[in-house]
């Protein structure tokens, strides 16, 4: 029984010790954007009670003050289907040149998922493939656009993971710039609110999310287009709609980024892992707030990068480099799932401590031995 002890208080100290690092580096200063907005799963208002709905996770925030006015475990890590694609555009707009050409690969074709039609040979302009990647969740168009970037795919998925971190988005972890289900990927309704903020503050991330319609070219030369709208419904059916992002994937669920503006108020509402009927629960939280705008007293912030970064040298081909030096703002107390928990500790814990309990149990145990020899003699 001893030995047993032994054994279990020496895996306990390798475990634990990651574990109390992690939570003091996360909890000196509380969770981002406020002390209420936490992963756990309840819902935060002050002034109203907003209207039920069926998300694990919301937020929904006042874009131009930063005002958070109602939240579900806005900080719940979660999959984001293709609202991660907000930040995706958040990295690839300020890089690429919208004129610029680009033809269509078998690469770009066979990746799977939601495509908008970009076909190996064909070409397209970088605003067109901006448009399929918004409307249609293309993800042939973030191949292409990805792709047509200096360093490509891994430079991008880089990118993104310093963009997040940048602008205080420290739910969030990207493996692929698509959206799509990959291990290890994950953000949260206070990101993706963040990700809208930034987003919608440049003209061109602006207008390709509230664009309803636009032609893509069918396949071969003269074959004329056709039409793709955005997936989107709030555009088509809330008065004031700014468009913004939908996702689908089967473990993400439903996850959406909606914003409206009415009576002097732009607002923006995030929602992830929920059944379908996503669009009548967005526009029902967003009415909510509008009608009670002037009784509610806000639970949070959007958090602002600490200190801007610096501009970085280009380099001789012109284009941009990711830029460096900034502030990160505290980390927020992130309550990780039990499969997220054990990868977490899978990566902390360093490889040659893994052999610290076997070598101690042996250790014991060919103690034991000489122990007893001595008693019998």
């Not at 954007?33 to 209207?51: E, I, R, S």
């Not at 579900?72 to 990295?91: D, E, G, I, N, Y």
């Not at 397209?124 to 292409?144: C, I, K, P, R, W």
């Amino acid at each position: 029984m001893r030995l047993l002890l032994t054994g279990c208080a020496a895996a306990a100290l390798v475990v634990t010790g990651p574990l109390t690092a992690t939570a003091a580096d996360q909890g000196s200063q509380g969770p981002v954007g406020g002390d209420l907005l936490t992963a756990k799963p309840t819902v935060v208002a002050d002034g109203a009670a907003p209207p039920a709905v069926q998300a694990s996770a919301y937020v929904v925030a006042d874009l131009d003050t930063g005002a958070v006015l109602a939240a579900k475990a806005p900080h719940a890590k979660l999959r984001p289907a293709s609202t991660l694609k907000t930040l995706t555009a958040l990295v690839l707009l300020p890089r690429l040149k919208k004129t610029d050409q680009v033809v269509g690969t078998d690469a770009d074709a066979g990746i799977i998922g939601s495509k908008v039609g970009v076909y190996p040979g064909l070409t397209y302009t970088v605003d067109l493939l901006f448009q399929g990647m918004f409307l249609a969740s293309g993800n042939d168009a973030v191949h292409a656009l990805c792709a047509h970037d200096q360093g490509g795919i891994p430079a991008t998925i880089q990118r993104m993971n310093q963009k997040a971190a940048e602008i205080g988005a420290l739910d969030t972890h990207v493996t692929d710039p698509t959206g799509l289900d990959a291990d290890g990927q994950y953000s949260s309704a206070y990101d993706l609110a963040l990700f809208a903020q930034n987003g919608l503050g440049r003209p061109d991330f602006a207008k390709y999310a509230s664009t309803k319609y636009t032609a893509f070219p069918n396949a071969g030369k003269g074959k004329g287009t056709y039409q793709v709208a955005n997936q989107n419904k709030l555009l088509f059916s809330y008065d004031g709609a700014l468009g913004v992002k939908t996702g689908y994937t089967t473990l993400a669920r439903n996850t959406f980024v909606g914003a409206a503006r009415r009576n002097g108020h732009t607002l923006v509402v995030t929602m992830m892992n929920a059944p379908h009927g996503i669009t009548e629960d967005a526009s029902n939280l967003l009415t909510w707030t509008f009608d009670n705008y002037g009784k509610l007293t806000p639970v949070g912030s959007l958090v602002k990068p600490a200190v801007k970064p610096k501009s970085a040298p280009q380099p001789a081909d012109g284009k941009k480099t990711e830029s460096s030096g900034t502030t990160h703002p505290p980390r927020s107390r992130t309550v990780l799932n039990p499969g997220q928990a054990v990868q977490s500790l899978a990566f902390r814990v360093p490889a040659w401590a893994y052999a610290g309990p076997p070598v101690l149990l042996l250790g014991l145990f060919l103690r034991r031995p000489r122990t007893l020899r001595r008693r019998r003699h």
